[in-house]
């Protein structure tokens, strides 16, 4: 061959592999990055024109993409409307936006996912239209009914977790709304929706489970300090501790009572009693004593300040950097500047019921294919050691004793012939009061939840045991776990 058509043969050959390389770059490792970037506008907008894939719980889409009649694009739709609204968000090319999982598994939902390589090689060879992947959640359409109608459009969260794979079980955020319209291809109501739910005072549009504005968990975070207090060798379930009817804070005159205005038992309550009782003195006094350090150790242990995705991205809980002594004394008790999600305290509740791990919390079970076939299923990872086996122990035995003693804050959560841990708070935030409860049936597979209800018009003030209590007995009575 002549020399230079041979040198010509090898400079074109190297050009089309260069295009071959390039193409099947962007096509197959680049697409994801280059789909999820910001500034991409043009995604959305032609996602309008690809067979988004179904979002699924227990079988049954409550997320899922229809064809419009005469044209080459699809309206997404939701079968589960405000029920689901909290998990599956909302997506919309009229609006150019999304939300929830639509968002942070929309490389899945689109078709881009690495897990779907196989079904974009297929799609490529036989020209067929591409389509996105579904994904089969973890959540249960029982109990997320279950804490929805328990709730009762009052404001507030339910979250429940499997303490043993971080499965979440149950995710509702009230008030919710109605993704049907803010997806809807006619951009004036969609836009006017928009507007109106930005505008609502009871922000509908905040997921109150794992974002918004966070609460202050109140006696919830009793578990934390009660951790803590184990912990540091100087108590044990069965150590007495001071509980008078009020505490001076330290190096100030500020009384702190307890809520009944009463000492906690006889004045001087073992540990458990104090925990059962709820006593504010007898935490004040505990937390002081071990020290702000010991307590933000403790919290950083259950996972405050931790980034997390499940794969929504979970606004990380708040423990104060710097604490004087009378602050202490406030952040012990729940109150002063702590800041948490109900996820949060659903992952509190998890490690003492799996043994002192908390798992990593996530939504997604499965990845399908467009032909739903299973492509990718999710593993249960080790999120944090929270405590020892020991500890974990203690407080649960702590924890059954709010609900099954005479004195115990927890009575609503009892369960004939169950064995229920729980613990109940109340924060206080401006004119309103945050109502908190978390439980979970101690046996094989144990699921935690854990209620936030906020005080409105009608009851500013509820009570962890009165509001929260009942909730949590519901959704945990429609986990299945009840024996």
């Known amino acids: ?54 979002i699924i719980v227990d079988g049954v889409a409550v997320a899922e993409s229809v064809k419009i009649e005469d044209s080459r694009r699809y309206e997404r739709k939701y079968p589960g409307g405000e029920l689901y609204a909290p998990v599956t968000g909302w997506f919309s090319s009229t609006l150019g936006s999304s939300t929830g999982l639509e968002s942070s598994a929309d490389e899945i939902l689109e078709g881009d996912a690495p897990s779907l390589w196989t079904q974009r090689i297929e799609n490529l060879l036989t020209g067929q239209e591409r389509r996105g992947g579904g994904i089969d959640l973890t959540l249960s359409a029982d109990m997320q009914e279950t804490a929805a109608a328990a709730l009762g459009g009052r404001e507030g969260a339910v979250v429940a977790i499997e ?33 109106s739910l930005e505008e609502d005072p009871t922000k509908p549009l905040y997921n109150r489970t794992i974002a918004g504005d966070r609460y202050p968990p109140g006696s919830a975070f009793k578990i934390v300090t009660a951790a803590a207090l184990l912990e540091s060798g100087n108590y044990d379930p069965d150590t007495h501790i001071d509980g008078p009817a009020t505490y001076t804070l330290p190096d100030t005159e500020t009384e702190l009572p307890n809520i009944t205005g009463m000492p906690c038992g006889d004045g001087n309550p073992t540990l458990t009693e104090a925990f059962a009782r709820s006593c504010n003195t007898s935490f004040a006094i505990g937390g002081v004593e071990v020290g702000a350090d010991a307590l933000r150790e403790k919290a950083q242990d259950f996972g405050f300040g931790e980034k997390l995705n499940i794969p929504m991205y979970v606004t990380p809980s708040l423990f104060p950097e710097e604490l004087n002594r009378p602050q202490t004394g406030l952040v012990a008790i ?23 791990t908390i ?18 299923t999710t593993k249960p990872e080790v ?3 929270a405590l020892t086996p020991q500890v974990a122990s203690q407080l649960r035995s702590m924890m059954v004793s709010v609900v099954e ?16 841990a729980a613990k109940t708070g109340t924060a206080e935030l401006g004119d309103r009061n945050i109502a908190w409860s978390i439980a979970f049936i ?10 936030a209800v906020e005080g409105d018009e009608l009851n500013p003030n509820p009570g962890g045991g009165s509001d929260a209590g009942p909730i949590v007995r519901a959704v945990l009575e429609a986990s299945g776990g009840v024996q």
């Open 359 to 376: 798992m990593k919390p996530y939504l997604i079970d499965s990845v399908l294919n467009s032909d739903l076939e299973v492509q990718k």
């Open 383 to 385: 999120f944090k050691e």
């Open 163 to 195: 303490a043993k794979t971080g499965a979440v079980k149950a995710f509702y955020s009230s008030p919710s709304y109605d993704p049907n319209q803010l997806a809807a291809t006619d951009s004036g109501p969609a836009l006017e929706y928009y507007k």
């Open 442 to 451: 101690a046996n094989d597979n144990p699921i935690v939840v854990a209620v």
């Open 334 to 356: 729940g109150q002063g500047d702590l800041q948490v999600t109900p996820m949060q305290m659903a992952m509190v509740g998890a490690a003492i019921a799996n043994d002192g």
């Open 1 to 54: 061959m002549n020399s230079q058509i041979r040198k010509l043969y090898i400079v074109v050959f190297l050009m089309v592999l260069s295009l071959a390389l390039a193409a099947t770059y962007i096509q197959f490792f680049a697409a994801p990055r280059l789909n999820a970037d910001a500034r991409n506008s043009r995604t959305i907008l032609h996602a309008a024109e690809r067979d988004r894939g179904p």
């Open 405 to 420: 003693t005479r004195y115990g804050t927890g009575g609503s959560m009892y369960i004939d012939g169950q064995n229920v």
